[in-house]
């Protein structure tokens, strides 16, 4: 999923040499390759956040933790691509060393945002069961 993320540009362009009318619908191309790897995405996400703990966990509480996990991972992702084709300097300065420091940076990121993820699916369902407290303002 991950590949279809990152080379589904390349899967549209070979779409348009196939069938030269669909560039009509260019960013209605976009936009489904967007939504169905992010559905796609939050789906195993939540199969990984489901199999993964000891305990028994219903599959519709994972669902908020992968939903923040992909979403924040995406734009994580799509951030540091900016930054690394814009402002990083690695290769320039480490030479071919810094490819391998730049993908361990972006495994480090993904990594913390798939532990957010499942510590977002540890506290919710005692989120939900927490009563309101009254105050006295209305």
């Given amino acids: 999923m991950i590949v ?11 779409m348009y040499t196939w069938f030269p009318r669909l560039e009509d619908f260019d960013r ?3 936009l489904t390759r967007y939504t169905v790897s992010t559905v796609i995405l939050i789906f195993a996400f939540s199969l990984f956040y489901k199999i993964a703990p000891q305990q028994r966990v219903l599959f ?7 939903t923040f ?18 402002f990083s300097m690695f290769g320039d300065t480490y030479g071919t060393i810094g490819i391998v420091i730049l993908f361990q940076i972006w495994l480090y990121l993904t990594a913390a945002t798939m532990l957010l993820g499942a510590e977002i699916n540890a506290a919710w369902p005692d989120h939900m069961r927490r009563t309101r407290y009254k105050t006295h303002f209305p």
């Fill in 4 to 14: 279809f993320h990152i080379f589904g540009r390349e899967f549209v362009e070979l």
């Fill in 28 to 30: 209605l191309a976009t």
């Fill in 60 to 66: 519709i509480e994972t669902l908020p933790g992968a």
């Fill in 69 to 86: 996990a992909v979403i924040s991972w995406q734009m994580l992702s799509t951030g540091y691509s900016v930054y690394v084709d814009q």
